[in-house]
């Protein structure tokens, strides 16, 4: 992934996941929580102690050691429902479990707060948050909600968001006729093409990847570029066919081309229906994206 694309996903994280600033530690100290209200208290019976067997998916975390690893693994067994909501979350336990320091566990603990899955408040302790405080935007919460119980969830509310943002962001880019930006487009897609020929998926999702991300940071929309990130993370956790995007195929590398020449020409409307047209599920999937719900 290029340097642009990793810097926009970046910049679309909710909060930063490094340590915590001084003097900030002490919000979570040990023993915080009185023995009273640790009836509740969750089991860690079946839990994975060595940090270093978890890291099958780490998007926010990647290369930061054991407290990414930690935050990696308490923020999956809280969206997995592992820990449910207004459950206490002792440090002191915690770090006996996965024999981490205090400090591993604070700033684990501080990241997760950050996220909105956890709160921290004298006399009361650390607890789990239910699923409406959660910054369900947040790149690492939409991934392991796609690798959780939640994942069709996530799959349907990821394709619902992106067939309100990208068509819009397209018909929006179209108006601003960037030389550098039209070619850089249409430099993805001749990677996705080559790369479809080889059969290297791979690099196929990383240039579909910067191509979206891209499209939306030209459409000169400063608040749907803050969105650009989530896009990237839909792509990378879709998990299955919702979208023409999921998979390399001469269908979906045509309408990606479509979309280039009708920027190039200034065409809103033609870009707007060649998104639509992408992001419009496979024909074999019986679904149709953005699927209508009950309520």
Not at 90 to 110: A, D, K, Y
Not at 171 to 183: I, M, N, S, T, Y
Not at 199 to 220: C, Y
Not at 265 to 270: E, L, S, V
Request: hydrophobic content about 40%; overall charge negative; aromatic content about 4%.
């Amino acid at each position: 992934m290029s340097t642009l694309a990793h810097t926009m996903m970046t910049a679309a994280r909710s909060a930063d996941s490094g340590l915590a600033n001084p003097g900030e530690l002490d919000r979570y100290p040990y023993a915080e929580t009185p023995a009273v209200d640790r009836v509740g208290a969750p089991s860690w019976e079946g839990v994975e102690p060595e940090l270093g067997r978890v890291g099958r998916r780490t998007a926010g975390n990647r290369g930061r050691g054991l407290h990414g690893q930690l935050v990696q693994q308490l923020g999956q067994m809280i969206v997995s429902g592992d820990l449910g909501a207004d459950r206490p979350l002792v440090p002191e336990e915690i770090g006996q479990r996965f024999e981490v320091s205090r400090t591993v566990v604070r700033e684990s603990l501080r990241v997760l707060e950050a996220k909105g899955l956890v709160s921290a408040r004298p006399n009361v302790g650390t607890r789990v948050r239910p699923v409406s405080d959660w910054n369900l935007l947040d790149p690492d919460i939409i991934e392991w909600r796609a690798f959780g119980p939640q994942r069709d969830d996530q799959r349907r509310e990821l394709s619902e968001l992106r067939w309100t943002i990208e068509p819009l962001a397209a018909r929006l880019a179209a108006g601003h006729g960037r030389e550098d930006v039209q070619q850089r487009l249409s430099d993805m897609v001749g990677i996705m093409g080559h790369a479809m020929g080889q059969g290297d998926a791979l690099t196929f999702s990383r240039a579909d990847a910067e191509f979206h991300a891209l499209l939306i940071q030209v459409a000169g929309n400063r608040m749907l570029d803050h969105l650009s990130g989530i896009v990237s993370a839909a792509l990378h956790v879709s998990g299955g066919p919702v979208t023409g995007c999921d998979r390399p195929n001469d269908v979906s590398l045509a309408q990606h081309g479509r979309i280039v020449d009708a920027l190039a020409t200034g065409d809103g409307a033609a870009a707007e229906a060649a998104m639509r047209q992408l992001l419009t599920v496979h024909p074999e999937v019986e679904r149709v994206v953005p699927a209508p719900r009950e309520h």
